[in-house]
């Protein structure tokens, strides 16, 4: 009686297979599931910081295109106004400016600095001489971004940054007889920019040469000045890191600095991307919850083959154990004859042998 309420005590052989299943499953199912959760998610920072370095280079090229098409066509019209007179220089520069292209003024000064020639006779009798592009013009080409403070209609003053490139314009002997120079209105490059922003879903901000902001598709930089990506700009390095900005979230930011193409001068120039750090587990997310749907299906499909398994393979002996356990009471049964495993069949001659000794004694 003791041995049998012990039987009664230890788990089946069934319960044992389903119970091992279980906990196998379990733990592989977690193991994968978190092992592979990590991976993507480390895959996607990585992915994210390469992409924004990309889109913030791909920005930086495609604004600065934009910017010599201007300096290119400065460059070509300050050749072919050398031997022009005033009244040719301004016409030409009506077409120039005409053209569109994002340039609001052009003109041409002579060797005094008096503007001589304009688009719409604005600035025409001025001098420019003081200015530091019509210096370093009168020797070679140059860019410089200026600002300048301009009266609202309220009456207060607003300040507002523009580019003027400059070009020594010279005669058939090859003297200079004045500076050309064209003014390109930001507003052209900050349309450029916000366009590729909201094509590339990135977030845009654009620094000149001091270090102030001059364009901003979204947020306030001037919040953040410590940010590295910004000091970085600012200091004209390049860099990709992962920060949080004071909207309270984490951004991958790419800072990308010299706004150069070609023999466009150096603009001092820097420009800062970032992505939400959320775009980059996004992935990891969704690949995630469907890896749970996946586990579970595949959970189902081993219990599946478990229950098949056992009925098989493991409720043999379970018969084969209650069986023998009459015979030792006395009862006149044979085992059944089943032929599922080797060690079944063993067994099962065993007893057979055992059953037909004790009949002979």
Do not use: C
Request: no cysteine; aromatic share 8%; charged share 20%.
């Amino acid at each position: 009686m003791p041995t049998r309420r012990l039987h009664r005590k230890a788990p089946s052989l069934t319960a044992v297979t389903f119970a091992f299943v279980a906990v196998s499953a379990l733990v592989v199912g977690f193991m994968l599931f978190f092992l592979m959760r990590e991976r993507l998610q480390t895959y996607g920072r990585d992915n994210t910081a390469t992409e924004i370095g990309v889109r913030a280079e791909g920005v930086q090229t495609a604004l600065a295109h934009g910017l010599y098409d201007a300096w290119s066509r400065l460059k070509v019209l300050a050749q072919e106004v050398g031997a022009d007179d005033t009244e040719t220089i301004r016409t030409k520069l009506q077409t120039l400016v005409g053209e569109g292209n994002g340039l609001s003024w052009a003109g041409f000064a002579g060797l005094d600095g008096t503007i001589q020639a304009s688009y719409a006779d604005v600035m025409l009798g001025e001098s420019v001489s003081a200015t530091s592009w019509f210096r370093t013009g009168l020797s070679k080409p140059t860019a410089e971004d200026v600002r300048e403070t301009v009266s609202t209609v309220s009456g207060q003053g607003r300040s507002r940054s523009s580019l003027i490139f400059a070009a020594p314009v010279r005669n058939a002997d090859g003297q200079v007889r004045g500076v050309l120079s064209v003014r390109l209105d930001l507003s052209s490059a900050t349309i450029l920019l916000r366009d590729m922003a909201r094509a590339l879903d990135i977030d845009l901000v654009l620094i000149d040469s001091a270090g102030a902001v001059l364009m901003q598709t979204r947020g306030r930089a001037e919040d953040a000045p410590d940010l590295p990506s910004l000091q970085a700009a600012r200091a004209g390095a390049s860099m990709v890191t992962l920060e949080r900005w004071p909207d309270g979230r984490s951004y991958f930011s790419a800072a990308v600095p010299e706004i150069t193409y070609r023999d466009l001068p150096s603009l001092g120039w820097s420009l800062v991307a970032r992505v939400p750090a959320d775009l980059a587990v996004a992935p990891a997310e969704q690949l995630s919850r469907g890896m749970i749907f996946y586990l579970a299906s595949f959970g189902l499909m081993l219990l599946l083959l478990t229950m098949i398994f056992v009925e098989s393979f493991i409720r043999p002996f379970g018969v084969l154990a209650r069986t023998t356990s009459k015979i030792a009471d006395g009862a006149e049964v044979y085992p059944p004859d089943t032929n599922r495993t080797r060690e079944l069949q063993m067994i099962t001659a065993a007893i057979v042998r055992l059953q037909t000794r004790l009949h002979r004694h």
